[in-house]
T-cell receptor
Framework: GIQVEQSPPDLILQEGANSTLRCNFS?????LQWFHQNPWGQLINLFY???GTKQNGRLSATTVATERYSLLYISSSQTTDSGVYFC?????????FGAGTRLTVKP | IAGITQAPTSQILAAGRRMTLRCTQD?????MYWYRQDLGLGLRLIHY???????GKGEVPDGYSVSRANTDDFPLTLASAVPSQTSVYFC?????????????FGPGTRLTVL
């Protein structure tokens, strides 16, 4: 089956710092989404980005489907950015999630 | 607009009991999904439905059944719960055919099987 690998597994930042989260996948995929799971367990859609670049405020994402990776950029991080960031890909009629990057932003 | 609602919020269940988790969406989305999330892991797809009247199996379907009688509702049933089904269950929906486009998630149901 497809492998979806996220790095780093854990990230601790000081408020105001920037970060880049990476998602690698081992096969061609149809779709890719980035989610934020907040400390209360709620899954929040960040980007639907099968290819190209999108921006939403302090967040942006880039997917290079031909090279099988996606990047999520967080700029000027805030404590409310803390939580787990998942990428998920659609492969073989199944959405497969990575194990996530746990982000902690300290004040 | 509520989006996706799930019930119950949490449940403790004795092993061997039957349990139905409820999911309702008011967005008129065609496709719906059920996932489970085990502690410290990403989500895994259990079952999905492309449209009312159709269902399909995901990565981990054993021990679960679903039905899709109408567009809005997609219940998940555990016929005889086992402790390994202790998990957080998320329902999701998407506008178009299954596995195309953006998926939107409900708040989850925390299930503990003792």
């Amino acid at each position: 089956g497809i492998q979806v690998e996220q790095s780093p597994p854990d990230l601790i930042l000081q408020e105001g710092a920037n970060s880049t989260l990476r998602c690698n996948f081992s096969d061609s995929v149809n779709n890719l989404q980035w989610f934020h799971q907040n400390p209360w367990g709620q899954l929040i859609n960040l980007f639907y980005i099968p290819s190209g670049t999108k921006q939403n405020g302090r967040l942006s994402a880039t997917t290079v489907a031909t090279e099988r990776y996606s990047l999520l950029y967080i700029s000027s991080s805030q404590t409310t950015d803390s939580g787990v960031y998942f990428c998920a890909v659609v492969w073989n009629n199944d959405m497969r999630f990575g194990a996530g990057t746990r982000l902690t932003v300290k004040p | 607009i509520a989006g996706i609602t799930q019930a119950p919020t949490s449940q403790i269940l004795a092993a061997g009991r039957r349990m139905t988790l409820r999911c309702t969406q008011d967005m008129r989305h065609n496709a719906m999904y059920w996932y489970r999330q085990d502690l410290g892991l990403g989500l895994r797809l259990i079952h999905y439905s492309n449209t009312a009247g159709t269902t399909g199996k995901g990565e981990v379907p054993d021990g679960y059944s679903v039905s899709r009688a109408n567009t809005d509702d997609f219940p998940l049933t555990l016929a005889s719960a086992v402790p390994s089904q202790t998990s957080v269950y998320f329902c999701a929906s998407s506008p178009g055919p299954a596995h195309t486009g953006e998926q939107f998630f409900g708040p989850g149901t925390r299930l503990t099987v003792l």
